[in-house]
């Protein structure tokens, strides 16, 4: 069999469905794909017209009806339709081979549906509008093979996340009779996805109620752990997601409490995400509530069984572990105005005078401008509260979870200590350029009251090192950037120990209060929150650890989707081909084996005088082949490029050294374990301990321990996850957001399409498509061969109880007996026959319908061939009596013409004539000086001029010469009165040359 889409399948088909089927996408740089209507197919120039193949379509894009209303434009301008012409796809390009089909209904409206895989056609067109449908009618919602879809509604949907509509999914999951489901599909709803194809499906539509209920009935039902992975870009919603499938977990366990799980556990599972968003997200561009770390929670729960039946009465939450992966420290030097820092410092600074007075007094009438690390601010409020509402909450949070008023003093003290770090400033010393000193004398005696260290011992941790040199110990002084360096690491390191102290504390006080007992078992659901891939224009080294775990997770993902459906296949007997797969291990195999990225970056951060220049060409020597590993010259020595499965990438690897070392100095180390504070004070003496138990890995010149770089240690958590949650049963949430201004019921198309590419959902649509196609129709088919079988058994074993009554007949009763035994056995015969009759007489006339349905073709097909042929024919008649109706009227055409030019050189020579004759005139008065005068108007009014010019002449006399008839009396009148008494003779009036002749 053949996986792939119907475009692959039917192309040929859809060729001839194009004419009735027009509507279409084209693909568009702006919107990714746009709908059109095919107007006109080319064929081309091939002289068989049976044989032609359409090279290029016309198409006249169409504007959905609300396109305005659920489109997200952001810098691009609104698609001209109506304005733009018919547009010619060229279908030779490779990438306009297909043209994929749009799902509309008689209406011509788009089609979605809650179920991708019911969609007609699932190219990843047909999934994009889907999509943005079901975000512009407010359901954000959708499923892809037991995959849940979220599209991130940007506003509270009324109803939606409602008791009423949680005990709508728990009744029909959970409590729904296991007499009502078969095996095959209780499995599906335990382990993978909803049952698909029940009565459930079109009642239920695809929630995220649905992922925890089925996780909390895997657990229950099976006793196997389940995980829910959360994924998504910054700011798709999957902080929320993580927090809706908490509570409705936690509200599914609380129903049936036991003495151990108190609701005080439960509170504060709940109560930890507010502390965790407070100290780990940020407002960023993307998103107002970013998560800046990733985090791995898992809610243990206990089982009680029956002694007597051995079934599960019920489960509760009794305990919880949290994990958190790659906190985005370097956050904390950040003051962009378009960004914001970590919540907890704005949280902090927007508290009354009072509250601030009592963490610490340099807080009095500070705000976000009194911190270099803060700086000015044009947002407080984010989701919709101020920024004292949230402290309020976040201070709420740590007093659920047991924490007293002087631990949560500590915890805000040593924030106030990392605000404070950044307004220490430092100047090359006036002596030595080599050194620096402190250039903000009043703020480092802030800090020093603030940590309890005497100010001499902060500052000379800050502005040197000590070096160890066999047994010598050598204190160096650092620059001026390397004392900013130093100081901006401490400020990291303290704010990264108030995290795990959180993180450490939050476990502890979410653990298991009292020992198991006898009988129980305990189950975990894990929750996976994690960073989708990230394709910036060019990434950095978080991008790359982010990106290093989804490429981990996209292979369980594969595993099972995609290696579970090529296994079930397998196990069929059935060959599989063009199964689309979305990643290779060559990837990870590039960044994880003995010669690959994360080992050559580690022994680049041990190395002495490393640069980013000599990592990436180290990295692209020894990995000169990879296909993975991109071997194109860059555009600086510093880039490297890597063949992820959702696109190339670019990583500029400028920082990648610093950052994978994050390495604290000995000298900060043991000046912070000094601190009075205890948070920093308790883990800078726990990282002291650690550091002499791996001494063997200590860089003796610099000072440096490397032994667990970053990238290291993330590498063994994140192997560590994959082994968690590789024996679960695993559920998957991918988190889409719709367009980067956060508006509601707005798609912006290019950004969507990338998301749903990124996550593999077209792959993963094909794959559920064809896996039911082909598994319901088997069932079918074994359904069918079962009832004849049944049949066929009840027949055999009537017969044979015939046979043995005929065995043992004897005597007349016997005989008896026997005649009624063989008239019922002729009886079931006579039934079986017609039975059997029957069903030949229904093959029969099941193959008249398909003889004549293909005679139909056929005869179609003859009529069609010879209704070509004849076109061709009539064609050419046409063409020749059009031909022989043109040599006619070019006849005509040129006859008239001879004719009109013949008129035409008879005027000509007349013309010509006369004027012969005028020039005879004009000699003839010459010689006999004569004035000729020529009269332009009826009357001699106005002609003084004339005859007085003739006067002045020479002349004895005159001649007037003119076409038309005048008054005679009226001319010697004038004559008379003009000449009179002269001595210029009036000849006369010509009324044309051969007149003017005769009166000469």
Not at 414 to 423: E, F, K, P, R, T
């Amino acid at each position: 069999i053949y996986l792939g889409h119907e475009e692959d399948k039917y192309f040929n088909i859809l060729k001839e469905l194009y004419g009735k089927f027009p509507y279409v996408y084209i693909r568009d740089t702006k919107y990714g794909w746009v709908p059109a209507e095919i107007i006109k197919n080319h064929f081309g120039d091939d002289d068989d017209v049976t044989d032609r193949k359409i090279t290029e379509v016309s198409v006249r894009p169409l504007k959905p009806s609300n396109w305005d209303e659920s489109t997200h434009f952001e810098e691009c301008e609104a698609y001209p339709f109506g304005q733009t012409p018919l547009v010619r796809v060229d279908m030779t390009h490779p990438a306009n081979t297909k043209l994929p089909v749009q799902n509309v209904d008689d209406r011509g409206d788009v089609v979605h549906a809650a179920d991708l895989a019911n969609l007609g056609f699932t190219h990843e067109a047909a999934v994009l509008y889907s999509l943005k449908e079901r975000h512009y009618l407010r359901m954000p919602y959708s499923r892809v093979n037991g995959i849940l879809v979220a599209m991130n509604p940007f506003q509270w949907i009324d109803d939606l996340y409602s008791p009423e509509k949680f005990r709508q999914y728990f009744d029909s999951i959970i409590r729904r009779s296991n007499n009502d489901l078969s095996a095959e599909e209780r499995n599906d709803t335990i382990n993978n996805k909803f049952v698909v194809g029940t009565k459930n499906e079109a009642a239920i539509e695809p929630h995220i109620f649905e992922i925890s209920c089925l996780a909390y009935k895997g657990l229950v039902f099976t006793g196997k752990d389940q995980s829910i992975l959360v994924s998504g870009v910054s700011g798709s919603g999957k902080t929320e997601s993580v927090k809706i499938l908490m509570k409705n977990l936690a509200s599914l366990s609380s129903s049936n409490r036991s003495d151990c799980a108190s609701e005080s556990i439960t509170s504060k599972i709940l109560q930890s995400s507010f502390i965790l968003e407070a100290f780990g997200n940020a407002q960023t561009t993307r998103s107002e509530n970013s998560s800046r770390f990733s985090k791995f929670v898992q809610l243990q729960f206990n089982a009680v069984e029956s002694n007597a039946s051995g079934e599960t009465i019920f489960r509760e939450i009794i305990s919880s572990n949290s994990q958190a992966y790659v906190l985005e420290k370097s956050r904390v030097l950040n003051n962009d105005r378009k960004e914001r820092n970590f919540h907890i410092f704005y949280q902090l600074l927007a508290a009354d005078d009072q509250f601030k007075m009592s963490i610490w007094e340099g807080l009095k009438d500070s705000d976000c401008r009194s911190f270099k690390y803060i700086g000015a601010c044009d947002r407080n409020k984010i989701n919709g509260k101020t920024d004292s509402d949230h402290l309020k909450d976040t201070i709420r949070a740590l007093t659920t979870i047991g924490l007293s008023d002087e631990q949560r003093k500590t915890i805000f003290r040593a924030v106030s200590i990392v605000l404070q770090l950044g307004n220490v400033r430092f100047q090359e010393d006036p002596i030595d350029s080599e050194k620096s000193v402190v250039d903000s004398p009043a703020e480092l005696i802030k800090l020093s009251e603030i940590m309890g260290i005497r100010k001499e011992e902060i500052e000379s941790s800050l502005i040197s090192r000590q070096v160890i040199i066999g047994v010598e110990t050598f204190t160096l002084p650092l620059k001026v950037d390397d004392a900013r360096s130093s100081r901006d690491t401490l400020a990291k390191s303290i704010y990264s120990f108030v995290f795990d102290y959180l993180v450490e504390t939050l476990n502890n006080e979410t653990g298991a209060r009292c020992a198991p007992e006898a009988g129980w078992r305990i189950g975990n659901i894990n929750l996976l929150d994690i960073c989708g891939f990230e394709s910036e224009e060019m990434c950095q080294f978080e991008q790359l650890c982010i990106n290093y775990a989804n490429e981990k997770l996209q292979i369980k993902y594969i595993q099972d989707n995609f290696d579970a459906v090529l296994e079930e296949f397998a196990s069929e007997g059935i060959h599989v081909v063009g199964l689309p797969r979305t990643h290779q291990l060559q990837v990870l195999e590039l960044l994880e084996r003995k010669e690959g990225l994360i080992n050559i970056l580690n022994e680049e951060c041990v190395r002495p005088f490393a640069t980013a220049d000599s990592f990436v060409t180290k990295l692209k020597r020894i990995n000169r082949g990879d296909p993975c590993l991109v071997q194109e010259k860059l555009a600086l020595p510093n880039e490297f490029g890597i063949r992820h499965y959702a696109t190339v990438l670019t990583y500029d690897a400028k920082d990648f050294i610093i950052r994978n070392k994050d390495a604290i100095a000995d000298d900060l180390v043991k000046c912070a374990s000094k601190c009075s504070n205890g948070i920093i004070s308790s883990q800078s003496k726990k990282l002291i301990v650690e550091r002499k138990e791996s001494s063997k890995f200590k860089d003796q010149q610099r000072g440096w321990h490397v032994s667990t770089t970053i990238l290291g240690a993330f590498q063994k958590k994140l192997r560590t996850l994959i082994e968690t949650i590789e024996g679960t049963g695993t559920h998957y949430v991918r988190c889409i957001k719709p367009n980067n201004d956060m508006r509601p019921r707005r798609t912006d198309q290019n950004t969507t399409l990338e998301q749903v590419r990124n996550a593999g959902l077209v792959e993963a649509l094909s794959v559920s498509r064809y896996h039911r196609e082909f598994f319901s129709a088997a069932t079918a088919v074994l359904r069918r061969f079962f009832l004849s079988l049944v049949l066929r058994l009840r027949f055999l074993a009537t017969r044979k109880a015939a046979i043995r009554m005929q065995a043992f007949a004897r005597g007349r009763k016997q005989i008896v007996l026997y005649l009624k035994v063989l008239r019922a056995c002729t009886s079931i015969q006579n039934i079986y026959r017609l039975h059997r009759a029957k069903s030949v007489l229904s093959n029969l006339k099941m193959n008249r319908v398909a003889t004549a349905v293909l005679s139909r073709f056929f005869w179609s097909l003859v009529s069609r061939l010879r209704f070509l042929a004849t076109q061709r024919a009539a064609i050419r008649v046409q063409a020749f009596a059009r031909g022989r109706k043109q040599i006619i009227l070019y006849r005509k055409v040129l006859k008239t013409c001879a004719s009109i030019q013949n008129i035409y050189r008879s005027h000509r020579a007349k013309t010509v004539l006369s004027n012969l004759k005028m020039n005879r005139v004009a000699l003839e008065v010459k010689e006999k000086k004569l004035a000729l005068l020529l009269q332009p108007e009826k009357s001699f009014n106005g002609e003084r001029e004339h005859l007085d010019a003739a006067r002045a002449k020479p002349t004895e006399a005159f001649l007037y010469l003119d076409n038309e008839n005048y008054d005679h009396r009226e001319l010697h009148n004038f004559s008379d009165a003009a000449y009179g008494g002269g001595d210029l003779q009036f000849i006369g009036v010509a009324m044309n040359s051969n007149s003017a002749i005769e009166l000469l």
